[in-house]
T-cell receptor
Framework: AQKITQTQPGMFVQEKEAVTLDCTYDTSDQSYGLFWYKQPSSGEMIFLIYQGSYDEQNATEGRYSLNFQKARKSANLVISASQLGDSAMYFCAMREGNQGAQKLVFGQGTRLTINP | DGGITQSPKYLFRKEGQNVTLSCEQN?????MYWYRQDPGQGLRLIYYSQIVNDFQKGDIAEGYSVSREKKESFPLTVTSAQKNPTAFYLC??????????????FGPGTRLLVL
């Protein structure tokens, strides 16, 4: 069973608009972490934001925020005031349990294109 | 500056040849990882290592081998047994700890092509 589902293969947004990238996950663990990474055309994976399963408040990092709905098992990334440089692939990932080394499971990604 | 370096940026493999991808980090991280990414896909875990001289298979380890003789280095060998090695390979590292929120940081990647 797929653990991370990103249902939007591609999204097109006008510059300065807000955009929400969807992510749903499947786990039976009580302790888990959710990550969002950005992958520009250069290929490098850039860490954006983290949400822990026990965190009561939604995570925020600058223009990025995570809309965490635990009961629905969703962890959507919200980018406010989008910029041309936001055009990239975005991946949602999950780490389950408390283990020494992280084993991240990634979704298929969403390609975001910001139009001027 | 602390970070992760991968070399080469592009690598060409002939049929039946073993090739080795380099990954070095100076973040003082204990754990290191290798991922494979196929076009339009997410990342899949090949191998990971929590400490020196120890490593574990990930989801797609067949046809690959690794070593971890130094904390800073985690080279990946793509053997001739890997029949479809063309992909983008990403190395990552993280602190080792019993906390879910340890973030993995990635290198710039190596693109492997078969001649």
């Amino acid at each position: 069973a797929q653990k991370i589902t990103q249902t939007q293969p591609g999204m097109f947004v006008q510059e300065k608009e807000a955009v929400t990238l969807d992510c749903t996950y499947d786990t039976s663990d009580q302790s888990y972490g959710l990550f969002w990474y950005k992958q520009p055309s250069s290929g490098e994976m850039i860490f954006l934001i983290y949400q822990g399963s026990y965190d009561e408040q939604n995570a925020t990092e600058g223009r990025y925020s995570l809309n965490f709905q635990k009961a629905r098992k969703s962890a959507n990334l919200v980018i406010s005031a989008s910029q041309l440089g936001d055009s990239a692939m975005y991946f949602c990932a999950m780490r389950e349990g408390n283990q020494g080394a992280q084993k991240l499971v990634f979704g298929q990604g969403t390609r975001l294109t910001i139009n001027p | 500056d602390g970070g992760i370096t991968q070399s080469p940026k592009y690598l060409f493999r002939k049929e039946g040849q073993n090739v080795t991808l380099s990954c070095e980090q100076n973040l003082n991280h204990d754990a290191m990882y290798w991922y494979r990414q196929d076009p339009g896909q997410g990342l899949r875990l090949i191998y990971y290592s929590q400490i020196v001289n120890d490593f574990q298979k990930g989801d797609i380890a067949e046809g690959y081998s690794v070593s971890r003789e130094k904390k800073e280095s985690f080279p990946l060998t793509v053997t001739s047994a890997q029949k479809n090695p063309t992909a983008f390979y990403l190395c990552a590292s993280s602190r080792w700890g019993m906390r879910v929120q340890e973030t993995q940081y990635f290198g710039p990647g190596t693109r492997l092509l078969v001649l």
